[in-house]
């Protein structure tokens, strides 16, 4: 829980405190009421969770150097909390990120930290269905294809069909697959991959997608791009 003060008052905060979450939105600071998920087993969360765990087992077999050689190079990251202070990544937490962006697009994970290669980052991204059974992801990148494709993953993820009157997309997204772009623009349809998770589409709905890329060599990854479109019947 972090919570910023002013003078003798509370003017903003971040996280659970007894029954209460504080949180910010367009609006501003905001709080709202602790919900406990009423189905805390789905086949995704499992997923997660035993990436989770299997990954931490793993930290606890690395041999001490390989420790220290996560801990030293997550001082190379200065991060920046949601309240805007400036801390620096633990050894843990970055083995711990790197490794989910790989497992992200279907790569081992690191046992010792790889140094820094550059890496493309998304200019765009723009989300369409063409048709009720072809929906097509398009989009560009920013070094116009210089470290494609080697270097660079595109993880995509997705939600559920969501109404039309919902133009803000929530945090219920989904891993749906990855593709490793042969240029600096690229288009592909990921229906199939969304059918896979979600099952067949009613149609006439809204359907939020984003994306980031990843790097193939150390894990790293680029910040999130977010799009919607709406689906066909």
């Not at 209460?20 to 709080?31: D, E, I, K």
């Not at 050689?69 to 620096?88: D, I, S, V």
């Not at 288009?187 to 896979?196: E, G, I, K, L």
Request: net charge positive; glycine share 8%; aromatic share 14%.
């Amino acid at each position: 829980m972090q919570i910023q003060f002013s003078g003798i008052g509370v003017v903003d905060g971040r996280g659970k405190l007894g029954d209460s979450v504080f949180f910010r939105n367009r609006y501003g600071a905001a709080v709202r009421e602790y919900v406990i998920p009423t189905n805390t087993i789905t086949a995704a969360r499992k997923a997660q969770r035993d990436m989770y765990s299997d990954l931490c087992a793993l930290w606890k077999s690395l041999d001490p150097w390989m420790v220290q050689e996560w801990n030293a190079f997550a001082l190379n990251f200065k991060r920046t909390t949601t309240m805007g202070h400036k801390y620096y990544s633990l050894g843990f937490l970055q083995f711990m990120r790197d490794n989910f962006n790989r497992a992200n697009i279907g790569l081992s994970p690191l046992l010792v930290p790889t140094a820094h290669v550059p890496f493309d980052k998304l200019a765009r991204i723009a989300p369409s269905a063409t048709s009720s059974t072809s929906w097509t992801l398009a989009g560009s990148l920013v070094n116009g294809g210089s470290f494609v494709p080697i270097d660079t993953s595109i993880a995509i993820f997705a939600t559920s069909e969501r109404p039309l009157s919902n133009f803000a997309a929530s945090n219920r997204f989904r891993n749906i697959g990855y593709i490793a772009p042969l240029s600096d623009c690229f288009s592909f349809d990921f229906y199939s991959q969304w059918v896979a998770i979600y099952g067949a589409p009613a149609g006439n709905a809204r359907v939020f997608i984003r994306a980031k890329t990843i790097s193939n060599v150390t894990g790293e990854a680029s910040s999130w791009l977010t799009g919607h479109f709406v689906t066909l019947t």
